[in-house]
């Protein structure tokens, strides 16, 4: 049965923030991040396949446990949040990965202050999964994390990770000065910090770094020496270089 105009109309406006908050629900596109989600027990209420493309999955995919519609290559082009559409794309409701670190717990989080870009957001995410962090804390100010382009570019991380919004000051406060990290211009050369057991490691927005609350709540000021030119790193960039430190 193929979908109606309506239905075709709600799961396209979910490319708006306002409808994703109200509904509840975020699309998910693409074969595998849609399979992580589904893996990871995440609900899913709408699953779309474009025509023919249920013969290309695998055999033991979890999509093709869960019901699904195929549709036209038409409809997929008038639904995709991506530069070109891909042949699955899941509607899911927004839920939480449960949350459990506290303060001085064996294990770091990261903090996110006012990061604007989702690539980014989506990409530290997946950092976090990678280096096996407890989770990531984000300002209220923070990009949305149900973004298309924060779901895309955490591939399938999300579904995993613990992500929480709140007040970043407040969270950092709870703990320890000598078990936070910030990262900041000017401050120890990363190369020469000793991570604990466990703490912060707080990481400041593309445009303007760390609030000044949030740095002087921190024990340990760390920076990544520069070799060359470049004003500045990618956010995302700056948290996979001091994930990789911290696990060495």
Known sequence: MMLSKAEVKIIASLKLKKNRQETGQFVVEGEKTVEEALKAGWTCT????????ENKLKSDSPILRQGYEEVTPETMDRLT???????????FGQQEVPWSWQPGDKNHVLVLDQLRDPGNLGTIIRIADWFGLAGVWCSTDTVELWNSKTIQSSMGS?????VC???????VQKEKSDRIYATVLGGTDLRQTSFGEGGLLLIGSESFGLREALVKAAGHKITIPPFGQAESLNAAVATG???SHLRL
């Open 81 to 91: 949040q991506l530069s070109s559409a891909s042949p699955v794309l899941g509607v």
């Open 165 to 171: 919004y709140g007040d970043a000051l407040e969270f």
């Open 241 to 243: 270089i001091v994930c």
């Open 46 to 53: 709408r699953l779309l396949l474009r025509e023919g493309h």
């Open 158 to 162: 999300i579904f995993r990770v613990p």
